[in-house]
């Protein structure tokens, strides 16, 4: 797109996938705090979030430690690293994914027609953070580790309760990588 930016056809179906998938992580991630209408802003960048992992493997995944826990200080470093930036990356999280909502909820789609999304740069990096997250998420759910993994997916029979999740997981890559290259051209 000229000035930067991408444009992407979707079609009724994937709208609807695409925007259920992504409110489903916006549920995921969590609502956040709203802060008090005179609550001090210098004060809020210091609020301390969770300094344990999330229980939720897929959390786990989309807010990993920052550090190994090999040693009892690489694991006290992690978690005073979490306490004060998890809550802010959650937000970020959550932002992006609203980015992504409110642009499709801005589509009039047709039955059986697509129509062209057009992203500015800032939303389509939104757009690529939460791409990301729910294949981050999708592949914590479908317990792929590794690329060599996700090969043995596309040969899962149609019966496997997996299969539709499969299909969103390589669909979501493919609009991932789709979005990059038309980002570095």
Request: negative net charge.
């Amino acid at each position: 797109m000229p000035g930067g930016g991408a444009a992407v056809a979707l079609d009724e179906v994937e709208v609807s996938i695409l925007r259920s998938l992504t409110v489903q992580l916006l549920e995921l991630i969590g609502p956040g705090e709203e802060p008090e209408a005179d609550a001090d802003p210098l004060a809020a960048l210091f609020a301390e979030g969770p300094s344990k992992p999330p229980a939720d493997p897929a959390l786990r995944r989309l807010f990993p430690d920052a550090y190994g826990d090999d040693t009892e200080e690489l694991r006290a470093a992690a978690a005073d690293f979490r306490r004060y930036t998890e809550n802010d990356l959650r937000a970020r999280k959550r932002e992006d994914a609203l980015v992504v909502v409110r642009a499709l909820d801005g589509l009039d789609t047709e039955p059986e027609e697509s129509v062209l999304l057009k992203l500015t740069p800032d939303e389509s990096r939104a757009w690529l953070g939460t791409l990301n997250d729910l294949r981050l998420t999708i592949a914590t759910r479908l317990e792929i580790t590794e690329d060599e993994e996700s090969e043995r997916l596309y040969r899962l029979p149609d019966s496997d309760p997996r299969k539709p999740m499969v299909m969103a997981y390589l669909w979501l890559g493919a609009l991932q990588e789709s979005l990059i290259e038309t980002l570095m051209s």
